[in-house]
């Protein structure tokens, strides 16, 4: 069955950095796009970022554009998300997400999420 | 940018229908998809363009799309359908996913 594992998440200290995994299984990895998604204690949630199935397009929300960088290793069935210059308001639990595919972009399956604490 | 509207919470009798809308502008020219979030759990994708249902996912789940308003209808409400309810888009202007503020569903 279709299985996304995220991990990666920790205490990080204000303006560090922190890579973030999500090992995929139980589809075709290299055909679909694939999401991170993230929710902050007691709120909703809030799209991070998308990269399409082969690598060459990739979406990020504006409050993160030029610090997180998502990136995939088809080859090993990995999607990632490179965070740097983090700030107190990344606090999140970060979930991964595969897209449907399609016309239209849809989570059909989430993973657990991994919890990112920023503070000092 | 384009936003999307959901009522806070919404409460229900057991048995009976909850209604959950969201509203965006010009809806419908755009797919709406809706997740069902429990406490402490991933959200789970409950409806997608707006009225089909994921297989695994009962019949008593359906959605609508009509002008400005989406709707995610829940029928024979019970206590195990307690949770948060978020509405999703694809915005094709900004190139981004927006969630609606998400709804709490509280069955009485």
């Known amino acids: 069955q279709v299985q996304v594992v995220e991990s990666g998440g920790g205490v990080v200290q204000p303006g560090g950095s922190l890579r973030l995994s999500c090992a995929a299984s139980g589809f075709t990895f290299s055909s679909y796009g694939m999401h991170w998604v993230r929710q902050a204690p007691g709120t909703g949630l809030e799209w991070v970022a998308l990269?399409?199935?082969?690598?060459?397009?990739?979406y990020y929300t504006d409050s993160v554009k030029g610090r997180f960088t998502i990136s995939r290793d088809n080859s090993g069935n990995t999607l990632y998300l490179q965070m740097n210059s983090l700030r107190s308001e990344d606090t999140a639990v970060y979930f991964c997400?595969?897209?449907?595919?399609?016309?239209?972009?849809?989570?059909?399956?989430w993973g657990q999420g991994t919890l990112v604490t920023v503070s000092s | 940018s384009y936003v999307l509207t959901q009522p806070p919470s919404v409460s229900v009798a057991p048995g009976q229908t909850a209604r959950i809308t969201c509203g965006g502008k010009?809806?419908?020219?755009?797919?709406v998809h809706w997740y069902q979030q429990k406490p402490g759990q991933a959200p789970v994708l409950v409806v997608y363009e707006d009225g089909d249902r994921p297989s695994g996912i009962p019949e008593r789940f359906s959605g609508s799309n009509s002008g400005n308003t989406a709707t995610l209808t829940i029928g024979r409400v019970g206590a195990g359908d307690e949770a948060d309810y978020y509405c999703?888009?694809?915005?094709?202007?900004?190139?981004?996913?927006?969630f609606g503020g998400g709804t709490k569903l509280t069955v009485l």
């Open positions: 997400a595969k897209d449907r595919g399609g016309a239209t972009t849809i989570m059909d399956y």
């Open positions: 999703q888009v694809w915005d094709t202007f900004s190139d981004h996913v927006l």
């Open positions: 010009n809806f419908g020219t755009k797919s």
């Open positions: 990269i399409r199935y082969d690598g060459s397009k990739k």
